[in-house]
């Protein structure tokens, strides 16, 4: 009873005949884009510190999407099939830690406004909504007739 069939998918689903990892993609060059974007904005009209703490804040943003990424596929790729997967604490709590180093040493320097590093730590929100809107498109727009 506790057994699921193996379908033979071997991955996640496909939507569509796309490659199931172009979301994950997309969303980290979304990432990139969004930070770059409030970076440039910021630049000729806020201060120094506030642009400085933008691109620290998506610079940490995409560091820590990236580092989430590979532990994720690590620990599921080194799964045996019908395992569980061994997930070390450690590794999530440590990317915690090395953000708000950063973070907590780049404002006791005085070189970041904390609130525009927190803006820019939050590149995810923009990316995903962007990412989410685009699947509803698509949805709406390859909709059968039924």
């Given amino acids: 009873m506790s057994e699921i069939a193996d379908s033979g998918a071997g991955g996640l689903p496909e939507a569509g005949g796309e490659d199931p990892r172009a979301m994950e993609r997309r969303i980290f060059r ?15 009209l806020a201060p120094w510190r506030v642009t400085a703490g933008l691109l620290l804040g998506g610079a940490l943003s995409l560091l820590n999407h990236h580092w989430l990424r590979t532990s994720v596929e690590a620990v599921f790729g080194a799964t045996p099939p019908g395992g569980r997967p061994r997930l070390k604490a450690s590794r ?22 904390l609130a525009a590093t927190f803006a820019g730590l939050c590149s995810f929100v923009p990316a995903s909504l962007a990412e989410g809107l685009r699947q509803l498109y698509f949805a709406i727009a390859r909709r059968e007739e039924t």
């Fill in 92 to 113: 999530y709590i440590l990317r915690y830690f090395v953000v708000a180093a950063a973070v907590a040493a780049a404002y006791n320097l005085n070189l970041v406004s």
């Fill in 30 to 44: 979304l990432m990139c884009a969004s930070a770059a974007l409030a970076v440039l904005a910021a630049a000729p």
